[in-house]
């Protein structure tokens, strides 16, 4: 399946992905209402995180492994493996907030909601045509969304 590839060697850590990923799940779907009103609302948070130390900067998010340890962390069916996407699904109602699938997840992709006791997790922008936002948002190049062995 087709995942997204962050590439650190041209990451210059402008959190554009963040922004077109807290738009691309917006309801507004433009770029000052998402991050200016409706951020934290409805459980709107970035589901990618930049990481930066140093010069180095890498954008991390769910890898929507092929046995995701987070979904056998997850105590309340909140998270599971969708075997037709291969993505790795939450359901925000299921989920408890025990935070299992934060500490199991080995890319640190999982991460606690701002304002909420649920989770934030890559979704692959699912629905959108041109795919992941951040992919796009990429000014560098430095996220891929591609198939790998």
């Not at 554009?16 to 799940?25: D, G, R, S």
């Not at 890898?63 to 995701?68: A, F, N």
């Not at 299921?94 to 935070?99: A, L, P, Q, R, S």
């Amino acid at each position: 399946m087709k995942r997204v590839y962050p590439d650190k060697e041209y990451c210059i850590g402008c959190h554009l992905c963040e922004l077109a990923c807290i738009t691309a799940h917006s309801k507004s779907k433009d770029l000052i209402i998402a991050y200016r009103e409706e951020r934290g609302k409805d459980g709107l948070s970035a589901c990618k995180r930049v990481f930066e130390k140093g010069d180095t900067c890498v954008a991390i998010s769910c890898r929507h492994c092929d046995e995701p340890s987070c979904v056998a962390a997850c105590i309340s069916g909140g998270l599971h493996k969708d075997p037709e996407t291969g993505r790795t699904v939450y359901d925000r109602e299921k989920c408890v907030g025990c935070w299992s699938c934060l500490m199991a997840c080995p890319y640190g992709a999982i991460r606690r909601h701002p304002t909420e006791g649920k989770i934030v997790k890559c979704d692959l922008c699912e629905g959108r045509e041109e795919g992941p936002a951040c992919v796009s948002a990429c000014p560098n190049a430095a996220l891929k969304y591609e198939e790998r062995d």
